[in-house]
């Protein structure tokens, strides 16, 4: 038995921590000094703070090696944007500008009223000016002129009542993105009404004159700004800075509240330590635990802006949860502090406390620390930025609490051992049985030496514990347990995937309400999607490599969600035609490549095929078609056109004469989240949970109890997962990095539990589970309470990417302490073989002192093994 002894690490480390107690409590001003010395070095590295700042959208929300990200770069090398501008053909978003009208009232857009106002909200904003140039000067241009909105070329408002177009196409030109919320004919496709109407406003991308672009983006939402309302119609408008601006305005938002959750963390730990007694109270204890939380975000950060790290907006939450996580360890040590002798000397019953904390707080550090960095290895940077942050932060909370908390107790220590008075530090008469009153103080057990009881650590022992051992309550609790977990399972089943664009912008934001209009009138087609022919030895001329590709593209058009009624733009047939026509034979090589520049170059085409083949040193290195997709209303179609067309696209290659293709448009850069958000998500989760295992193992000297704890984080993670899907929470790069935070906190509460479960003495398992609760009830609830406050403020943020973050930290707080202090206990009391092993040879052993028997229950309480030596 004695070889399934686990105080092989915690011995060591318990003696280590009790050394540097005496140390902390023979110096704590130095301590303290050199703890603020190291602060306020670090804190000087947030003058680096808006260099390092990393919020561009792309960059931080879409995987790093997403598929998409490659295919853009093969389009831009074998496709260079002509001077000659096409939306259809643009690799990137572009720069522009863009309106929706609608009808105050939903009524029909195509009106004379409606239309001369629109008409003249289009000239204002081609009146706009950036510096001396006009948007004539900055427009992007066809032919020589600025790329006009179909929806003008097509009516006026003077004809517009008797003007007859056909949707979507009208006389060859594609009316799906421009007009929205369209009524037809009966049997036709003649556009009888329509609800919006949308406009767009290119500019040339060159970079000699991006600020003077920048600027007149600016000119055009100071201009709908003050324009938005309207007699007849109502305008919602957006440009392509609009998400990076709101964007980097969001965390300003948060600023504010940081404050606020301070007051409330502080306001929370006084009260949780507060007590009667004037010498016996822990309110300056508590105010610097805060405090020392703060430092430790001050130097961390401050300490990886020097380094040059990014600070991705997520990382703005961080200070919230690493107030939590550092209150949490203080409430450990004071816990300990109050179980020592109070006639000892400071820096004895100082490093009893480091004996009994240290390797507790060193247990949560290192889960904790480990589940963040394990988020390391997700391809979305914002998370990666996060998980760095706050890994960093949690380990500097757990120095400056062993160095700079743990001397503050020792000062502390010192005025109670002088029985002073926690304002004035003035000393007080000494409390008896006689003599009481708020001019006393210094109250102690008798019997024990040590400060009495918290009240809620009686309520846990004298009526919650018998409470929950009783045969009914447990059925109860199995009951509350199958319901929470059918629900959980079920809103598994509800989640939606991927980051919504709008909700990077704050609520109320002129972004919110186009995506919403965009959403609801121009849903009904998606995007016109690139199929990239990147073979340079595909043989264009060869009628059966001409089968392979018209089976391809046929393929394509048979998909849901192409719109088979569109035919594809594709320069191969219409070049085909064309040779037809002509009277050529375009099945011959040497035909094929000698007029093909001229079918390219040709003008008065309908559509400008120049830019769609690749074609020099008489060679077609790539080329390109188009489809057109339809009925792309939300982020699961978006996952499903996705991979329908990748998986279309795999299977032309496969053809008898293979068609080594690939599809692209410049929305895929953040569709590509779908692809890797659900395995990296699982992937994170299955190994911090395996991590974790390891972890408990060496914690919990029962292997079964550790199946327990393993248990418990899987228990919470549907828990959350089901739960955040039902409170409106999608899986993406956000609720991803809280997924990864519940597993280090479920360790928490459930391994110390079992922890204390294992390692009680009592005989029955209802007894165990009494002592356990009553032991770790009241830190769990304290350490619940001070996380929740942590972050309950970001309630209030007006941010989705704040509120998420709330709202997953309270779900996995919750649902974690519910765990601890209710299912845990109950379910081990069901598990009569988890016990010590130490208990089945306790026979054989001499009956221990009484101290030895109090130094055992204080190791308990923190989960480590005695290790005085005279302890069995």
Known sequence: MA?????????????????????????????????????????PGFIFLHEREANDIED?????????????????????QSEEFSQLRLASEGTYASLIFTGLHGENILTKAAFNEIIELDRQVKSITSGNK???????????????????????????????????????????????????KPNSSELTSAKAV????????????????KNWLDG????????????????????????QNELETNSDSVIPLFSLTYFLAISISIVSCLRLDPVRTKVWVATFGVVSAGMAVLA?????????????????????????????????????????????????????????AGVSITITTLTDVLAFYIGLMTPFRSVQSFCMYTSTAILFCYIFNITFFGACLALNGRREKGNRHWLTCMKVPEATGNIGGCCVGGEYDENTRKEFEMPMDSFFKNYYGPFLTRVWVKALVCLIYAGYLAVSIYGCFQMQEGLDLKHLAADGSYVGSYYDKEDKFFSAFGPNVMLVIKDEDFQYWNPTARESLDLCLENFQNLPVADSCISPISWLSAYMQYGQNASLNLDDEIQFKRNLTAFLDRSGFSQDFSQDVNFTNNQIHASRMFIQTVNIRTAIDEKNMLNALRETAEKCGKLQTPVDLIVYHPAFIYFDQYAVIITNTIQNIVVATCAMLVISLLLIPNPLCSLWVTFAIASVIVGVAGFMALWDVSLDSVSMINLVICIGFSVDFSAHISYAFVSSEK??????????????????????????????????????????????????????????IVFIPVFLTFLSTCRNSHEKTKQNLPEPSNTCKLQIQASVIQNVWCADPDCP
């Open 3 to 43: 070889k399934c002894k686990t105080d092989c690490i915690e011995r060591p480390l318990s003696l280590a921590f009790e050394k540097l107690g005496r140390v902390v409590g023979r110096h704590p001003c130095v301590f303290i000094l050199l703890a603020l010395c190291v602060a306020a070095a670090l804190g």
């Open 60 to 80: 931080q929300f879409t995987p790093v090696n997403g598929p998409a990200k490659w295919e853009r770069a093969f389009v831009v090398e074998h496709f260079p």
């Open 134 to 184: 006009t948007f004539e000067n900055l427009c992007a241009k066809t032919k020589g002129r600025c790329m006009s909105n179909a929806i003008l070329d097509i009516i006026n408002a003077s004809e517009i009542v008797s003007s007859n177009i056909t949707y979507p196409m009208n006389n060859g030109i594609f009316l799906g993105t421009t007009i929205g919320g369209v009524e037809l």
């Open 198 to 213: 949308r406009l767009f406003y290119f500019l040339d991308e060159k970079k000699e004159e991006e600020k003077m672009m």
């Open 220 to 243: 055009f939402l100071k201009l709908l700004s003050k324009s938005t309302e309207q007699k007849t119609v109502h305008v919602s408008y957006f440009t392509s800075i609009s998400r």
């Open 300 to 356: 961390s950060f401050g300490l990886l802006l020097f380094c040059g790290m990014p600070f991705a907006m997520t990382v703005a939450t961080a200070p919230f949860l690493i107030l939590g996580v550092g209150v949490d360890d203080m409430f450990i040590m004071i816990s300990c502090w109050q179980k020592t002798e109070v006639h000892k000397d400071v820096e004895l019953r100082l490093a009893e406390t480091y004996k009994e």
């Open 763 to 820: 005989s029955s398992a209802n007894e165990k589970a009494m002592d356990a609760i009553t032991k770790l009830g009241y830190p769990i609830v304290q350490g619940a309470v001070s996380t929740i406050a942590g972050v309950v403020v970001l309630a209030a943020a007006k941010s989705y990417i704040f509120r998420t973050f709330f709202k997953i930290m309270f779900l996995v707080i919750l649902f974690g302490a519910v765990h601890g």
